[in-house]
């Protein structure tokens, strides 16, 4: 379960203070599929990021289970990060010299689970990139790159996966694929947040969260 | 599982010219170091043989001595304590060796004017021993010169008589047509006791070796040693084709003193510059391995051993290209003729398989540190 507590986030800049987040609260269940909804610096991504332990937010607090994560150690939420949430990007953040087997198994080096090889063997033929395997990012297709960030996300087997507009440089049939594979993941117990402006991902979602100037406008 | 070596090895692959300019900026510093040294070595080595080969060039003699009476005869009129050979044989940083203490005499000898000396073993001052230029004389025994033998039939292994002391004649001396020829040679010992001058010495004679450099005339820093150690002696220098040596040393260490630092932070700029570069290329990289849960640690190595990498291959690529360099164009910037006496300097090799990754290391600092403390959020957030 996630919960989150009057969560503010407030950037310091040369033009002033922006304020990210103001007052958020809410609470996401295991098994949901959650869509943070909002227009372009509605604060979705700094949410998502305060929800994976990367970012520490000026107030509030923020419960994976039963802990508050940012009262972890660094080295701890780093530990914590690697066993138990995926990352889904936009613009997929694949290791350029690496190819996609070992794009897949770089995320199994946080943690250095001994099935590792076996599991990126799984999940390169569950994704239909097995013939790509021995390919470098800058050879395939922008679908079979988001494919292959979705492998590197599962390979730890994370209770939480968190996507930052993982649809947004795909086409409608690869996104579709992308929010299959994500809603497959859901169905198999794991929790998925997607943030996202565009309509595609509403229709796998259980929940809608919806941000609007660093606030939270509606939940549905 | 990818391991950091792993990645360390494929990025420096992917990205081989920012790999290649790092080597390259390596090897550059290293082979300007090498190549100074390997032949600077080469010509104080050099300088030594012709040292060597011109015999003892330095004469410590009293200070009351007349000058003038011992340039004539070479036997100085006056006497020093033998303590004068343990002060000077005690010095370290100096700029002589092979300390030779002698003890002469003109006696009569079977109504012979001949002259007697008295050699001591040759000494060496700390850390500077060598295997010794001349012979050393066994007390009890005797070398004597061409003249006194022919003159008086004198034979090896005969016992002669000197001023009541009985010595076994060990050599007669071929004939050299010089002060030698009426010369018999003892040990030290048995030389002041003939001459009844116990515990002193008639001179002490040395290679001026040049290896002490410091800024200024080579000789007067030489006189100015001496003059410390032994206030009441007078120091006379046979000049040589070396000091001219000594001093075009001096003043190609000093150009090379500015040099060298100068290319080697021109170099660590270099290697900080591309490490900047190539942190800036790897920032989502970075971040994403923050996201998956590395630590600070894991990512500073792939940076430390990268930096590492690049110092251990510019070590022994510089290394053959200064040696090469060295060779090759050392002989004409010291003056080396000796070809021999150039050869590769492998404790600079060792010194630079050591110093250069760490030099890598120190250069990349910054970048790396920048790397470690990057925000991952900062580098993956594309709202």
């Known amino acids: 379960m996630i919960v989150v507590e009057d969560l503010a986030k407030t950037y310091q800049t040369r033009g002033g203070r922006v304020e990210a987040l103001s007052q958020i609260n809410f609470q996401i269940d295991p098994g949901e599929f959650v869509v943070l909804c909002g227009p372009s610096g509605?604060?979705?991504?700094?949410?998502?990021?305060?929800?994976?332990?990367?970012?520490?937010?000026?107030?509030?607090?923020?419960?994976?289970?039963?802990?508050?994560?940012?009262?972890?150690?660094?080295?701890?939420?780093?530990?914590?990060?690697?066993?138990?949430?995926?990352?889904?990007?936009?613009?997929?953040?694949?290791?350029?010299?690496?190819?996609?087997?070992?794009?897949?198994?770089?995320?199994?080096?946080?943690?250095?689970?001994?099935?590792?090889?076996?599991?990126?063997?799984?999940?390169?033929?569950?994704?239909?990139?097995?013939?790509?395997?021995?390919?470098?990012?800058?050879?395939?297709?922008?679908?079979?790159?988001?494919?292959?960030?979705?492998?590197?996300?599962?390979?730890?087997?994370?209770?939480?996966?968190?996507?930052?507009?993982?649809?947004?440089?795909?086409?409608?049939?690869?996104?579709?694929?992308?929010?299959?594979?994500?809603?497959?993941?859901?169905?198999?117990?794991?929790t998925v947040v997607v943030a996202t402006h565009g309509p595609a991902a509403k229709k796998f979602a259980t929940r809608t969260v919806y941000l609007n100037n660093g606030r939270l406008e509606k939940l549905s | 599982m990818m391991g950091i070596a792993k990645l360390i090895v494929k990025e420096l692959w992917h990205r081989k010219v920012n790999f290649l300019l790092g080597v390259l900026a390596v090897t550059t510093a290293v082979a300007f170091f090498v190549a100074f040294h390997t032949a600077a070595r080469a010509s104080e080595r050099e300088t030594a043989r012709l040292m060597l080969s011109m015999g003892y060039n330095l004469h410590v003699i009293a200070g009351e001595a007349d000058v003038g009476g011992y340039l004539m005869t070479g036997v100085p009129d006056q006497t020093m304590p033998q303590e004068y050979l343990d002060k000077l044989a005690s010095q370290k940083k100096i700029s002589y060796n092979h300390l030779l203490a002698t003890l002469d005499g003109k006696i009569d000898w079977r109504g012979m004017q001949i002259i007697l000396t008295g050699i001591a073993p040759e000494v060496c001052p700390p850390g500077q021993k060598k295997p010794p230029m001349v012979f050393e004389i066994k007390a009890g025994t005797a070398y004597v010169g061409h003249q006194i033998a022919e003159r008086f039939e004198v034979e090896k292994g005969q016992t002669i008589v000197l001023g009541g002391k009985s010595l076994k004649v060990e050599r007669c001396l071929a004939e050299s047509g010089g002060v030698d020829d009426v010369r018999i040679q003892c040990s030290l010992s048995d030389a002041q006791e003939i001459l009844n001058l116990p515990g002193r010495l008639s001179e002490i004679q040395a290679v001026d070796c040049l290896c002490y450099l410091e800024d200024g005339d080579p000789v007067a820093i030489l006189r100015k040693q001496i003059g410390e150690i032994l206030p009441g002696a007078q120091v006379l220098q046979v000049k040589s084709l070396a000091e001219a040596r000594a001093k075009q040393r001096q003043m190609i260490r000093k150009i090379f003193a500015v040099m060298i630092p100068f290319v080697v932070i021109a170099c660590g700029v270099w290697i900080g510059v591309l490490a900047i570069m190539n942190v800036r290329d790897r920032q989502q990289e970075i971040g994403l391995l923050r996201a998956l849960g590395y630590n600070a640690s894991p990512i500073m190595f792939l940076f430390v051993g990268k930096a590492l990498l690049i110092g251990v291959l510019g070590a022994v690529a510089g290394f053959a290209v200064g040696t090469v360099l060295g060779l090759e164009f050392g002989p004409n910037i010291f003056k080396i003729t000796a070809q021999t006496i150039l050869q590769p300097e492998w404790s600079i090799f060792v010194q630079s398989c050591i110093l250069a990754p760490l030099f890598a290391v120190v250069a990349g600092f910054v970048p790396t540190m920048i790397a470690v403390t990057y925000d991952p959020a900062a580098t993956l957030r594309e709202e």
């Open chain 1, 42 to 190: 509605s604060g979705k991504t700094t949410l998502l990021m305060t929800i994976a332990a990367m970012l520490r937010p000026t107030s509030g607090a923020v419960y994976l289970g039963q802990q508050n994560i940012y009262e972890m150690t660094g080295r701890s939420r780093a530990a914590f990060r690697a066993d138990n949430i995926g990352f889904v990007f936009q613009m997929f953040h694949l290791v350029p010299y690496l190819n996609v087997r070992e794009n897949v198994l770089v995320a199994a080096g946080a943690v250095r689970k001994k099935d590792a090889k076996a599991r990126t063997e799984q999940l390169l033929e569950r994704l239909g990139l097995q013939q790509r395997a021995w390919h470098r990012p800058a050879e395939l297709s922008a679908g079979e790159k988001q494919r292959a960030a979705m492998a590197r996300a599962l390979l730890n087997q994370p209770k939480l996966i968190l996507a930052d507009e993982p649809t947004g440089n795909l086409d409608p049939e690869n996104a579709n694929s992308v929010l299959t594979h994500l809603r497959d993941f859901q169905s198999d117990g794991g």
